[in-house]
C-alpha cells in the first residue's frame, strides 16, 4: 500500500472529492500543505466549499481530468468508485498509486496521538458529534471528521492543532479495519448493508477484528446491551469500559425522565461511585446511550465534568437527525436520517413524546437489499407511525431491484391493520406533496425519513 509522506506533501486526486467523507479529508490535507484536486458528478454546497479552499473540482468523471492534472502523487477513491470508472481506469493505466477512502483516513489518523474511532450500526453521527461538542468545549482543539453536517463547525470538518483527532468509522465494505485508533467506541452491532456482509455473524467478526486493532495500551468502549458483546472483546489486552442499561456497566443511566418535547433529563453513573447530572436537548432514549458513549471517551480523555454537562445540555443535534425544519399550516415537520428498522422505531417512539396530533411519516426505503432483507422489520418498525406514506426505493448504488418496490412493503404494513399510502415518486415528489397538503391537519407532526433524497419533501412544502 503506498504510504503518503506528511512531511513532504505531494499532490491527491480525490475521485467523488464532493461526498461528505471525501471533502472532509480533502480539506485536512489542504490545510496540511498538499495539493489537492478531484472530480464529482455535479456541483453542490461541498465542492463549492472546497474551490473556496483553492481546490480544483472537475465536474463528470473523464479520463482527462486525470491527464491534465498530472503530475498526481495518489489518487483516492470511495467504495462507490467500480474499475470501469473512466478516472479509475486511466490512473490504473498511468501507475498512479491508489488508495481507498479509508486507507487515507487511517494514514491520517496515524498523525495524530489521540485518534478516536465511533463505530456501531447506528448512532456513530451522533455520538460523534457529542464527543466532539464536549472536546470543543473543553478547549482541547480537536480535528473532527464527522459524517454528518454539525452546525458548531459549520460542516463536517473541523483541522484542530492538537493531538485529538475524532472521527466515524464505518462498517461497509469493511473500511474501518484500515484505522489506527487508540480508542475506539462500539455503539451497536445490527443486520445491515447486506449488499456486502453475508448475514449477521459476518457482520459481527468485522467489529470484532475493528476491537482487535487497538493497542494493548488503547482503550474499547463498547455498549454491553450487544448480545454476547464478550465475543468482540475476548481476547482484547486494551482497557474495557462497558455501558448500557444494566446498572452492572461501568456506564449507565437512572432516574430518566423526559420534558415536553420528548428531551431526556437523567443520572450518568460513572465508575468509582461518579455521577452527572445530564439533560439533553434531542428527543429519545437512544439518545441517553449516545450521551453515555460520550461521555465514557471524555472521562477516559481526563475531560472536566463542567465541560461534558455544559456541551450535552447545549448539543442540539445534526442535520437529518430529528432535525426540526419549520412549521406549514399549523403542521410540524421534522426530517431523519433513519433507514434502518432499529433507527425508525427509535425516532418514532421519541415523536410519541413530541407535540402532535398524528404522525405522519414519509418514509424514502433506502436500496433494495436492505429492504429485501428487512422487509418485515421495516413493517412493523414504520406501523409506529399514525399515517405512513412511502417514496419509491432509493436505489443509491444498485442496479437490480431484485423484483421488490415499495408497494410491497405498503401491502405488508396494511397487513398489519395500519395506514399507509404508496405514491410513486419516480417523477419527483410532487404527487406525495400535493397528498400531504391535502391530508395533514393542524397539529400534526410529519417526518420525512430516510436515507435519501426525501429531505426535499419539507424543504418544498416550506418554501411554498
Same mark, same amino acid.
Given at each position: ?65 486525470? @491527464? ?37 483516513? *487511517? ?46 463547525? *459549520? ?75 464478550? @465475543?468482540?472483546?475476548? *481476547? ?9 442499561? +444494566? ?13 415536553? =418535547? ?6 450518568? =453513573? ?35 465534568? *463542567? ?15 430529528? +432535525? ?52 418485515? @422489520? ?32 405498503? +401491502? ?20 406525495? @406533496? ?31
Amino acid at each position: 500500500m503506498y504510504n503518503i509522506n506528511f512531511s513532504k506533501p505531494g499532490h491527491v486526486y480525490f475521485i467523488g472529492i464532493g461526498g461528505i467523507s471525501m471533502s472532509g479529508l480533502a480539506h485536512i490535507l489542504i490545510d496540511a500543505g498538499f495539493k489537492v484536486s478531484g472530480s464529482d458528478s455535479k456541483e453542490s454546497a461541498m465542492t463549492r466549499k472546497l474551490e473556496e479552499l483553492g481546490i480544483k473540482v472537475f465536474y463528470g468523471q473523464k479520463t482527462e481530468n486525470i @491527464e491534465s492534472s498530472s503530475p498526481i502523487d495518489v489518487v483516492v477513491y470511495t467504495a462507490a468508485v467500480h474499475p470501469d470508472n473512466p478516472e479509475f481506469k486511466a490512473s490504473k493505466d498511468a501507475g498512479i498509486p491508489m488508495l481507498t477512502r479509508a486507507e487515507l483516513l *487511517g494514514q491520517i489518523m496515524k498523525q495524530y496521538k489521540i485518534p478516536v474511532a465511533i463505530s456501531g450500526t447506528h448512532g456513530k453521527t451522533t455520538t460523534t458529534s457529542m464527543l466532539s461538542k464536549i472536546l470543543l468545549a473543553a478547549d482541547v482543539d480537536p480535528t473532527l471528521s464527522i459524517g454528518g453536517v454539525f452546525k458548531d463547525i *459549520g460542516g463536517n470538518i473541523r483541522v484542530g492543532r492538537s493531538d485529538y483527532f475524532v472521527t466515524e468509522a464505518c462498517e461497509y465494505t469493511n473500511s474501518f479495519l484500515s484505522f489506527f485508533p487508540r480508542i475506539s467506541v462500539i455503539t451497536n452491532i445490527d443486520a445491515d448493508h447486506l449488499d456486502f456482509f453475508k448475514d449477521l455473524d459476518d457482520i459481527r467478526n468485522s467489529f470484532r477484528k475493528f476491537a482487535h486493532l487497538l493497542p494493548d495500551d488503547g482503550t474499547l468502549i463498547i455498549n454491553g446491551d450487544i448480545d454476547n458483546f464478550s @465475543e468482540i472483546t475476548d *481476547g482484547l489486552k486494551c482497557s474495557i469500559f462497558t455501558y448500557g442499561s +444494566e446498572s452492572s456497566f461501568d456506564y449507565y443511566p437512572s432516574d430518566i425522565s423526559y420534558d415536553n =418535547h420528548g428531551n431526556p433529563s437523567f443520572v450518568a =453513573h460513572l465508575p468509582g461511585d461518579r455521577t452527572l447530572n445530564i439533560k439533553l436537548a434531542v428527543p429519545g432514549i437512544h439518545n441517553v446511550y449516545n450521551a453515555l458513549a460520550a461521555i465514557a471517551v471524555s472521562v477516559v480523555l481526563g475531560i472536566e465534568d *463542567g465541560a461534558i454537562t455544559s456541551a450535552l445540555s447545549e448539543f442540539e443535534g445534526t442535520n437529518r437527525r430529528f +432535525e426540526y425544519k419549520g412549521e406549514i399550516g399549523g403542521v410540524t415537520i421534522i426530517d431523519d436520517y433513519a433507514h434502518h428498522p432499529t433507527e425508525i422505531k427509535a425516532t418514532l417512539t421519541a415523536a410519541r413524546s413530541y407535540p402532535h396530533n398524528r404522525i405522519w411519516c414519509v418514509f424514502q426505503p433506502h436500496t433494495y437489499t436492505r429492504t429485501k432483507a428487512l422487509m418485515d @422489520e421495516f413493517a412493523d418498525a414504520l406501523s409506529l407511525a399514525d399515517q405512513v406514506v412511502l417514496a419509491d426505493i432509493y436505489a443509491a448504488r444498485e442496479t437490480d431491484n431484485l423484483g421488490i418496490s415499495s408497494k410491497n412493503l405498503c +401491502e405488508k404494513i396494511r397487513n398489519l391493520g395500519h395506514e399507509c399510502n404508496y405514491i410513486s415518486s419516480f417523477g419527483g415528489f410532487s404527487e406525495i @406533496e400535493k397528498f400531504l397538503l391535502k391530508n395533514c391537519t393542524k397539529g400534526d407532526l410529519l417526518i420525512t425519513m430516510g436515507a435519501g433524497d426525501v429531505v426535499k419533501i419539507g424543504d418544498e412544502l416550506l418554501g411554498r
